[in-house]
């Protein structure tokens, strides 16, 4: 004990995403840590949105803003870093800002705790001197559209001096288990359970709509378009409702299965705060993913905070996890099976097995896992 704490005092966070981008797992694990702990959130430069280049507080969480690698869609850019000497010399700039910004703010030198769920740094946390390592695979970050292959080498480099691992699904441990991560702790996704279940106001936005909403809330890059549209059509007496924000921009209006269909209604992007009244206008909620390599390893959040909405959550067939939970949810392998969950879902609901399955995964026990999970490795070494 008296060794833990010694060195959890201070925490870094190497993250793929911004602090402000979306309320995800990182935010809602590393809010609910003890307040003793310094935690250092080291976010990604994304053209377009506000950057943290001066420290930015949030009680005992300080996010800065760190240019460094990442996957970029313009070809000619993206070429240039698919030259080790450019992404060599990058690599050394950010060291050294990273050097500079961890002496500045009182996180240098080894008596701290490295987490890392952004790739793109692994061969720079790797070098960093730490009482402790670890990755939290929150995603199959090797493969995402636009991925350089150089990556799986930056990945390996942080899994070989990983003392722990935490995944969100299966089929994520696996895969990082091939790459060369040991000590692989299941971890999955979660919920605020208080957020998502106390009763909110029908936002303004929704209250022009009379029909009954089947209604989808997250990132719309992972939806069907084909299975949207035919969930349109079989229910033309419901609005279906998409909320959530475009990673590629424009993907709704590119979308042509969802032309001509007048009870399809997005929403964009909604606030974290705002989102429970959104979700308690659902009749039933949505899951309709296309079913891939992509989606395979999928464990959303989406899936509790629908269930502590006290929502019937159909879902395409997609991943272990949603398979394993069919006496909880309705799931469907097929877009026609899918369709049929719907009208099930409308009469075969069990709420109380939806509330517990939200209970079960709350970030709460979630956050108190992964730093029990740190204390016992640290216990052992």
Known sequence: MQKFDSFMKRLIWFSEIKWDYLVTRKQQILKRFPSDIK??????????????WLPRRHGNITVITIPFLKAIPQPFIASLFNLRIMRW???????????FITGLLGFSGRNRVIGLSSAFWGKI???????????????????FPGTPAWLEEYLKSYLAIADLCFSVSPEISESIKNLGAQNIHLLGNGVDFEHFSTPQPRPDRLKSI????????????????????????????CEIVLIGP????????????????????????????DLPAYVQTFKIALIPFVVDELTRPLN??????????????????????IHKLREV?????????????????SHKFNPELSRQLAMDNSWNKISA???????ETVGRS
């Open 125 to 143: 946390a790797a070098r960093q001197g730490a009482s402790l390592h670890f990755y939290d695979a929150n995603d199959a970050h090797l493969d």
């Open 210 to 237: 009379i029909k009954p909403i089947l209604g989808y809330a997250g990132a719309m890059d992972w939806l069907d378009s084909k299975l949207i549209r035919e969930v349109c059509m079989a229910n033309t007496d």
């Open 329 to 345: 949810i309705f799931v469907g392998s097929t877009h026609a099976e899918f369709v049929e969950q719907i009208q099930l879902a």
């Open 246 to 273: 475009e990673i590629r921009p424009g993907w709704f209006e590119n979308q042509s299965a969802f032309k001509g269909l007048d009870n399809l209604s997005y929403l964009g992007k909604i606030n974290y705060q």
């Open 369 to 375: 896992s992964m730093l029990s999970q740190i204390k």
């Open 39 to 52: 935690i250092l959130f080291i976010e990604p430069f994304v053209m377009g949105k506000h950057q943290n």
């Open 89 to 99: 010399l990058f690599g050394i700039a950010g060291s050294l800002y990273f050097k």
């Open 300 to 321: 959303p959040n989406k899936l509790y905070e629908y269930s502590a909405a006290g929502k019937a959550v159909v879902s395409m067939n997609y991943s272990s996890t």
